[in-house]
């Protein structure tokens, strides 16, 4: 064995003893005593049933081994020697290779990646299933992966532009890339909820009903005026119970969940709109655009750097001497996905402030105090979500506030008047 793959096989060792010890240490104890909740009253502490604490750890254990599976995909695509046979296919002195080499190259990879990937996809969903979640057939699961593995291939033309700029000019390219990468964040948020999300889900209009009126005067209080509110067919995938907020300027939308409308009481309902409209009136969503524009700038100069030395380094493990050669992509595309893991922290403890403060303003507009903890009680007792996630965990991937913080949150003053 050489001394590159050697040290390739050490680093995926790692990598999974790093991911089976944090799902050990990501085991959920049992429901701490929450003093400041358990001197409210008893509906507001969630009853968590056995069953769900069991479900809390499959989840996390699917999600966390799949994690390291899924950086593991790269190298073993490598070190099975498809890499390099289908680069050798499709050879060319041309760097990079011209588009559509590439994209057959790319499409391969992402291809390999999804079905190395798949057995943890399947487990997931057999989760979701078996607690009675999911709705989603083993056909209708497939066929949803399949589209988003299509979907993966809008990236092609991305990274070949890219690795284009390097040839020409190693040295400046990732600035020149970072000006081309801000429209296209851009546009990729505004296309999200017109392009992408269709592919899964039906929306419609919500129809005229007393609750589409209290949305709308709650609206009005907000300070929003013609904001588009869309119901989405969620149920055809699942029965958890959401809203969110989606799109930038001309597409910017509320969306509830169709099982949202079926499961929620009204004052939920609407405490769950005015939690959701703070993102709206605040412009979360703007403030996602810039932090991911500045995050690609980043990112794009640790490529310049990091990319060509891991390369030089691991030269006959890939087979490629040059950033644009084709069997240098599995590389990329795990730096890339590395990443994105390293910096999830960041990305969540900013999601949390702007989660946060949607919850103060839904508190605010709507005056719902009771309701908006009742609604998150509801998050761990039907939906299962853990009211006190493993702190690591909850700092590395918590998006929200736990849902203990935001059920505390909410009570802290209790007087359902809304505010003038
Ligand atoms: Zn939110």
Redesign the pocket.
Known sequence: MSKASRRSLLLLIFLCLFTLSSSVFAQNPLPKATPSIASAASEFIPKIPPRAIAYQRERRTVSLIGLAWGLAGAFVFVKSGLSRTLAKRLETPKLPPPFWKFLLFFAAFTLFHSLWTLPFGLWGWRLERNYGFSTLSIFGYLRDRLIGTTTELILAPVLWIALRLYTRSPEHWWKKAWIGVVPLILFSIVLQPIVISPLYYRYTAMSPSPLRTRIETLASKAGISGGRILIESTSSRTTHVNAYVAGLGPTTRIVINDTALEKLPPDQLTAMMG??MG?YVEGHLWFGFAFASLGAGLFLFLIHRVFPLLLKRYENFFGAKHPAELSALPLLLWIISVFLLVQAPVESGISRVM?HR?DRFGLQVAGLHRATAQLFVGFAERDYSDPDPPTLLHFWFGT?PTLKERIEFALEDPDDTPAK
């Open positions: 939690h959701e993102h989660e949607a929200h």
